[in-house]
T-cell receptor, first 114, second 112 residues
Framework: DTEVTQTPKHLVMGMTNKKSLKCEQH?????MYWYKQKAKKPPELMFV???????INESVPSRFSPECPNSSLLNLHLHALQPEDSALYLC?????????????FGSGTRLTVV | QKEVEQDPGPLSVPEGAIVSLNCTYS??????FMWYRQYSRKGPELLMY????GNKEDGRFTAQVDKSSKYISLFIRDSQPSDSATYLC????????????FGAGTILRVKS
C-alpha cells in the first residue's frame, strides 16, 4: 500500500459546525503533515507530527486542532471556521522525519465553509 | 524576495517538445530538492528528489541542480498531453527537516 487516504473528499460546513478530517497511511512512514492549499497557490504547511508527536505548528489558529492517535492515522478537527478557511486540505507522510526523500500526498479534502 | 522563485506560466508547448521548468532560490542552506506534479483537484505527486548538484534521470524526466547558481530545473522529454499539470519545485534543509519550501508552481499545457 503506497497511498495516503483522506476522507471525506468534499466537505461543506457552517461556521458553527464541528467536523473532522481524517488521514491514513500504511507505509510505515514516521512523519505526517497537514497542508492547506488555496487555488493557484502552493501548499502551506500547517502541522507536522514526527513519531506521533507534534513537532511543528505553523502558528495555525486554534479553530484547527490536529490529533495523531497512532502512527498510521492523522486527524484535523475543525471548529468555528471562517469562510476564508475554505481550501483544499492535504495530508502527507514521509518515510524519514526530515522528509528529505519526498512526501506522499493524499488527494485532499476540499472544504467549503458557508 | 521569496526564498524560492518559480515562474507561474502558463507554459504551452506542442506534443513531443522538450520542456524546461526552473526554480531559483536564495537560501544556500537548502540541501535537498524535489519536483512534484499536481493535476487539477488532486494532491501533489512526487516526481523526483535529489541532494547533490548535477543531473538525475528517471525515464522522460531529468532533474538538474546547480547549487553554485542556486538554480534547479526539471526537463521533460517527449512531452505528452497527459503531462499537462502544475509542476511544483520544493526544497529543504536537514536541520529544519519537515519544512519544505515550495515554489509557486508552473502550469504546463501540452497541446496535441
Amino acid at each position: 500500500d503506497t497511498e495516503v487516504t483522506q476522507t471525506p473528499k468534499h466537505l461543506v460546513m457552517g461556521m458553527t459546525n464541528k467536523k473532522s478530517l481524517k488521514c491514513e497511511q500504511h507505509m510505515g512512514h514516521r512523519a505526517m503533515y497537514w497542508y492547506k492549499q488555496k487555488a493557484k497557490k502552493p501548499p502551506e504547511l500547517m502541522f507536522v507530527y514526527s513519531y506521533e508527536k507534534l513537532s511543528i505548528n505553523e502558528s495555525v489558529p486554534s479553530r484547527f486542532s490536529p490529533e495523531c492517535p497512532n502512527s498510521s492515522l492523522l486527524n484535523l478537527h475543525l471548529h468555528a471556521l471562517q469562510p476564508e478557511d475554505s481550501a483544499l486540505y492535504l495530508c502527507a507522510s514521509s518515510q524519514d522525519s526530515a522528509g528529505a526523500q519526498g512526501y506522499t500526498f493524499g488527494s485532499g479534502t476540499r472544504l467549503t465553509v458557508v | 524576495q521569496k526564498e524560492v522563485e518559480q515562474d507561474p506560466g502558463p507554459l504551452s508547448v506542442p506534443e513531443g517538445a522538450i520542456v524546461s521548468l526552473n526554480c531559483t532560490y536564495s537560501n544556500s542552506a537548502f540541501q535537498y530538492f524535489m519536483w512534484y506534479r499536481q493535476y487539477s483537484r488532486k494532491g501533489p505527486e512526487l516526481l523526483m528528489y535529489t541532494y547533490s548538484s548535477g543531473n538525475k534521470e528517471d525515464g522522460r524526466f531529468t532533474a538538474q541542480v546547480d547549487k553554485s547558481s542556486k538554480y534547479i530545473s526539471l526537463f521533460i522529454r517527449d512531452s505528452q498531453p497527459s503531462d499537462s499539470a502544475t509542476y511544483l519545485c520544493a526544497m529543504g534543509e536537514m536541520e529544519y527537516g519537515n519544512k519544505l519550501v515550495f515554489g509557486a508552481g508552473t502550469i504546463l499545457r501540452v497541446k496535441s
